[in-house]
């Protein structure tokens, strides 16, 4: 960043993939990138949960907000070179239960227009033979969907941003500043940069930089990971896989396969320096109970476990938007890789003070939870279980 520049329209913290998506769509929306600029601790090394994300991109959800930023985001990861790979996804129910739930998610992915398909046991096995067993009952295919290189595509849009002439300022942020109830800038070891908007994208740190008068309740949790020895990739890439019913899921990342589970008790977990926490003992049981889905044969063990650390809100739906206390403050926080650049896009929008889709703006609303107590809030983490549900009555 030219040092003798400290006053900027809109300064964005975080550079994550939300946050460097969002410099790139406003350096293509403002007059000028030079009047943006883009605040990290570290662009040659993604700390937060961005860095660690295993990709998977689910686009239906029950909630058709995410189903719309998840489309909306697709659409864009298919434009950059090796960043998205269409492997497919499957979803499989090996009781009753589960077979009437992907029925049901069958019929309202197809209302959404995205491509489904209820297949056979056998055909699910076809697709993906190390990851599922035979005594399924029946698999939800969505061909449309797949993987992210989340490191790449994060790349891509500080690259593009750079070349809109977008700043970059490698420091650390200590406050964001409010005079007579609006942001002017942000405070940093390096030293004060002015800014007529300011926007927090800091994942799971943005709970330090929220003081606003409106509960921002962006809650960290613990989830234990795991990647399997390495071996040769085989000519074609399975999809993805999920287990709804025990909140499983297994991705084959080429050279190993990877495995996660929501299947124990949400935790809260404040982060440090990175988006990867201490070990819990608690989760070596959770990654057993997920092995025992995968075929025998296949011979899945623990090469790399990790705790990744990612941040949830209490309806499990992203805070994109205005923070109405402060004129000129927004957020975008709670994000995934799966929403993370359609809720750039739709940030842009209104950043730009463009008419935006109103059941979209009321749906990632950041001031939804106006008149509840933080604590409280920070203490509702019943959705991490069921974290594709959402959970928009509480």
Not at 83 to 102: D, H, M, N, S
Not at 152 to 180: C, G, M, P, Y
Not at 252 to 271: E, F, M, Q, V
Not at 356 to 374: H, I, T, W, Y
């Amino acid at each position: 960043m030219d040092s003798s520049k400290t006053s900027f329209k809109i300064a964005i913290v975080g550079g994550g993939i939300v946050g460097s998506a969002l410099a790139y769509f406003l350096s293509e929306s403002v007059d000028n990138g030079k009047e943006v600029v883009l605040i990290d601790r570290s662009f040659s090394q993604l700390k937060g949960s961005t860095g660690y994300a295993p990709g998977f991109i689910g686009q239906y959800n029950e909630s058709e907000a995410l189903t719309r930023l998840a489309m909306d985001t697709v659409s864009e990861y298919i434009k950059i070179p090796g960043a998205f790979e269409r492997i497919g996804g499957l979803e499989v129910a090996t009781g009753p239960e589960g077979v009437e739930k992907l029925k049901g998610r069958y019929n309202m992915a197809k209302k959404a227009g995205l491509p489904a398909e209820l297949l056979s046991p056998e055909q699910a096995t076809n697709l993906a033979p190390d990851l599922v067993k035979s005594d399924i009952l029946t698999a939800l295919h969505f061909a449309s969907d797949g993987a992210a290189n989340a490191v790449r595509i994060t790349s891509f849009f500080q690259d593009q941003a750079r070349e809109n002439s977008v700043h970059f300022l490698e420091t650390d942020v200590k406050e964001i500043i409010q005079e007579d109830g609006s942001a002017n800038g942000v405070l940093t070891t390096s030293g004060l940069v002015k800014a007529e908007k300011v926007v927090i994208a800091t994942g799971i740190w943005t709970e330090s930089l929220c003081n606003f008068g409106v509960p921002i309740p962006v809650i960290p949790v613990a989830h234990p990971y795991m990647y399997g020895e390495q071996r040769e990739p085989k000519p074609r890439k399975s999809p993805f896989v999920r287990w709804p019913e025990f909140h499983v899921y297994a991705r084959d990342h080429g050279t190993a396969y990877g495995l996660g589970s929501y299947d124990h008790k949400p935790l809260y977990h404040k982060p440090s320096e990175t988006a990867v926490g201490d070990w819990i003992d608690a989760f070596d049981a959770t990654l057993e109970r997920a092995r025992s889905l995968i075929p025998a044969e296949t011979n899945l063990t623990i090469k790399e476990k990790f705790n990744g650390l990612f941040s949830m809100t209490p309806d499990n739906l992203p805070l994109v938007g205005t923070i109405s206390s402060t004129k000129g403050l927004y957020v975008a926080a709670a994000v995934w890789v799966t929403h993370a650049a359609g809720s750039a896009k739709f940030l842009t929008k209104i950043i730009q003070g463009e008419e935006v889709d109103e059941s979209l703006k009321k749906a990632l609303d950041p001031n939804r939870f106006q008149g509840k107590e933080m604590e409280t809030l920070e203490e509702s983490l019943a959705g991490y279980n069921n974290i594709y549900k959402t959970h928009e009555n509480q």
